[in-house]
Structures are given as structure tokens and as C-alpha cells.
């Protein structure tokens, strides 16, 4: 599991801002460095530690500025030392500050093919929420921690009510654009904390961390709610069938969990659909109907 998701934003924006400082205090060193050895190429090449933390690790513009103060350090301190004399050393050194330019370039657009392939990894390409596979990852990392602290974990199982009505009557075209609309209207109801994930066809997921049954009744009341006017042309309105179960942190695998809340899930959907069926504490490998 990713750790940077569990850090706040107040906690990215303070790494953030010490890495731009660390980097700034770097190139200081380095030009302390560089003046005291003469303008010595290896040590100059040094400019690009701080620039590739830069890059890396804080924000985008604080990259190109860390390499365009390594640049012009690079250009007075081959001008002091040359006293403006020796011009192909000027010219050097300003082709060396282009270079840094250049290199942030690249390593700024390496970064984002990364992040591109990390999100096309954990992703639903539909509806850009989390997959199944990532969200089986994340749902283990919870589980264990709900057993180490013994704090409730909570997951909901949803299926669209007759989504193949919308596909035969619409086209699947529009049955994408309501799985759309449906992702993002669960996404929208839950915390930031909350984990909501496709798990294949028109069945969606929702992890609860630190969640009990009475505060996941409440949570999936604000789905239900978000969801209610959900419509699909000559078909009407859209319902869903929910299972939902809650583990006190005892037993749980996280997978026992998700087959509990898909069974309760058919059950919902068996019983008239439209409905909720909710699941025992601490019962998921064979959840009770409640």
C-alpha cells in the first residue's frame, strides 16, 4: 500500500516545503564547495543532488527554481573566480546551467510516467476509482491494523439493480456513463478516509476504516442518499442492493469479509432488492442477516 496516502496534506505540504529547504541549504554547500576547489567540474556536478530531491520530492516549480540557482551559482562563481577573463569558461558554465534546466525536464517527466502507471495499476480505467486488486491491498493493511488496535472495520457491497436494463435499452455507452455517475456520487458521500472501489461490472466496494455498525448504517445512509436520484432514460430510477459487514477487530481475513458482504449483498438483491442487509460483529467468514 502506498504510505503517501495516509499522509495528510498539511503533513505533504511541511515534507514538501523541507525538501525545498534542504535543497536550497544543498546548493549553498555545494557553491561554498565549488568556489573553495577553483570551479571544479566534479564538485559543480553536485548541483544535481539537490535538483533531483527537488524534483522528486517537493513541488514542480521549486524543482526549476533549485536548478536555476545552481545555474546562475555555477555562472558567478566561474565568473568571480576567471575575474570575466576566460570566456570560454563563462560559456561552460552557462551551458552547464541549461543543462540542469534540461535535466529537470527530464526528471520531471519521468516522474509522471511513474505516477501514470502507478494509477493505471490501481485504478478502474471506467471510473477512476480504486480496483479490486488494490482495494484486496488496501483492505489487508486495514484489517491488520483494525486487529492490532482492535478497532470495528466496515465494508459495503453494492450492485446496481437491473443494470442490464440499462444496458439493453440504452446502449453501453450510457451504462458506462451511469457507472461513472454512480462512482462519483459514492465518492462524494464518503470521508476521505473511506476507500470506494469497482470490483467488476456494476458491483462497487466501500471500505470503512475505524467504523462501527451503528456509524456504517449512518455512512452508507448518506450513499443511499447521494444515490437517490439516480435515473436512467425509459428506465427510471436506479436502486441498489447493499450487504454490509462489520468486524470488531477480532478475526476477520479481508477477503471473508468481502464474501460476506457480497452474499448479504444477493440477499438484498433476492429479498426484493433496493434494500440493505447488514452483517453480525465479528461473524464475517458466515455473517448473519440482521
Not at 47 to 73: D, E, H, N, P, T
Not at 242 to 271: N, P, Q, R, W
Amino acid at each position: 500500500m502506498d504510505i503517501s496516502a495516509k499522509i495528510p496534506e498539511w503533513g505533504k505540504f511541511l515534507l514538501k516545503l523541507a525538501v525545498a529547504l534542504l535543497a536550497l541549504a544543498f546548493i549553498s554547500g555545494v557553491a561554498t564547495a565549488d568556489f573553495a576547489t577553483k570551479y571544479e567540474t566534479a564538485v559543480s556536478l553536485l548541483y544535481l543532488v539537490a535538483i533531483v530531491g527537488a524534483a522528486w520530492f517537493s513541488w514542480r516549480y521549486a524543482a526549476f527554481l533549485i536548478a536555476l540557482l545552481s545555474g546562475i551559482s555555477d555562472v558567478v562563481i566561474t565568473y568571480i573566480i576567471n575575474n570575466a577573463s576566460t570566456a570560454i569558461n563563462i560559456l561552460n558554465a552557462g551551458i552547464q546551467s541549461v543543462f540542469f534546466l534540461v535535466f529537470v525536464f527530464v526528471l520531471l517527466a519521468l516522474k509522471d510516467s511513474q505516477e501514470r502507471l502507478k494509477k493505471m495499476a490501481r485504478t478502474d480505467p471506467l471510473t477512476d476509482v480504486v480496483n479490486s486488486k488494490y482495494f484486496l491491498d488496501i483492505g489487508n493493511t486495514e484489517i491488520q491494523r483494525s486487529l492490532r488496535y482492535k478497532h470495528p472495520l466496515s465494508v459495503a457491497y453494492m450492485d446496481v439493480d437491473n443494470f442490464k436494463a440499462v444496458n439493453d435499452t440504452l446502449g453501453h455507452s450510457a451504462g458506462n456513463a451511469l457507472l461513472r455517475e454512480i462512482s462519483e456520487k459514492i465518492r462524494n458521500a464518503i470521508r476521505k478516509t473511506d476507500t470506494v472501489a469497482r470490483l467488476g461490472g456494476d458491483e462497487f466496494a466501500v471500505l470503512f476504516p475505524e467504523t462501527d455498525r451503528d456509524s456504517v448504517r449512518a455512512a452508507v445512509g448518506r450513499i443511499q442518499k447521494s444515490l437517490a436520484d439516480t435515473k436512467a432514460p425509459e428506465v427510471g430510477p436506479i436502486t441498489f442492493s447493499i450487504g454490509v459487514v462489520t468486524d470488531d477487530g477480532k478475526s476477520c481475513a479481508f477477503d471473508e469479509m468481502i464474501k460476506a458482504a457480497d452474499s448479504l449483498m444477493y440477499a438484498a438483491k433476492h429479498g426484493g432488492k433496493n434494500t440493505i442487509r447488514e452483517g453480525a460483529f465479528g461473524e464475517c467468514a458466515s455473517a448473519k442477516q440482521a
